[in-house]
T-cell receptor, first 113, second 117 residues
Framework: AQSVTQPDIHITVSEGASLELRCNYS??????LFWYVQSPGQGLQLLLK??????LVQGIKGFEAEFKRSQSSFNLRKPSVHWSDAAEYFC???????????FGTGTRLQVFP | DADVTQTPRNRITKTGKRIMLECSQT?????MYWYRQDPGLGLRLIYY???????NKGEISDGYSVSRQAQAKFSLSLESAIPNQTALYFC????????????????FGPGTRLTVL
């Protein structure tokens, strides 16, 4: 069965610092992988996605993620965090041809000035 | 992005009441989903629909029902609300089959915050 683990419930960083949010998945084949962001009081917005090809994926708002098959990971990164990045971040995995996503429990990012 | 709308945005109701949450989309997507979000649990799938005649249970469908009135409308009902159904509910859509974007990219509405007293 598919599963997604986001080991960090809450992360705090200073504005301008680099960021890495961890995501590990369990799936028997190559999955679809997603990162979504949820700002306070808002719905989820797609940051980036991996389907195939280049394992380093660029997304919106300066985010990127790298698919590492050997580690079953899809960590999200940003070189310099802005105060507006404070939000909750969800990693999700989808099995090909099923059209359902399994979400992680989320990582809440707090940014200090 | 107002392509996926949910009504109401907030609702307070009492135990035992019937309540309906509505979702409409203008994206022309075939597939629609209902999730609930609880702190520390992420999003969990309640029901999903691949077209008007195809409705499927998700992982936590007990206590809920749905209706796909048209391609653009997907409603979630709580026949007899209970306090542990207090949560944030999201509707989502995904792209049509065969789209060049690839499957499984889901687009979310703004959510409905439901409180059951």
């Amino acid at each position: 069965a598919q599963s997604v683990t986001q080991p960090d419930i809450h992360i705090t960083v200073s504005e301008g610092a680099s960021l890495e949010l961890r995501c590990n998945y369990s799936y028997g084949a190559t999955p679809y992988l997603f990162w979504y962001v949820q700002s306070p009081g808002q719905g989820l917005q797609l940051l980036l996605k991996y389907f195939s090809g280049d394992t380093l994926v660029q997304g919106i708002k300066g985010f990127e993620a790298e698919f590492k098959r050997s580690q079953s990971s899809f960590n999200l990164r940003k070189p310099s965090v802005h105060w507006s990045d404070a939000a909750e971040y969800f990693c999700a995995v989808g099995a090909r041809n099923t059209d359902k996503l399994i979400f992680g429990t989320g990582t809440r990012l707090q940014v200090f000035p | 992005d107002a392509d996926v709308t949910q009504t109401p945005r907030n609702r307070i109701t009492k135990t035992g009441k019937r309540i309906m949450l509505e979702c409409s989309q203008t994206k022309g997507h075939d597939r629609m989903y209902w999730y609930r979000q609880d702190p520390g649990l992420g999003l969990r799938l309640i029901y999903y629909s691949f077209d008007v005649k195809d409705i499927n249970k998700g992982e936590i469908s007990d206590g809920y029902s749905v209706s796909r009135q048209a391609q653009a409308k997907f409603s979630l009902s709580l026949e007899s609300a209970i306090p542990n159904q207090t949560a944030l509910y999201f509707c989502a859509t995904s792209i049509p089959v065969g789209s060049s974007e690839g499957a499984d990219t889901q687009y979310f509405g703004p959510g409905t915050r439901l409180t059951v007293l």
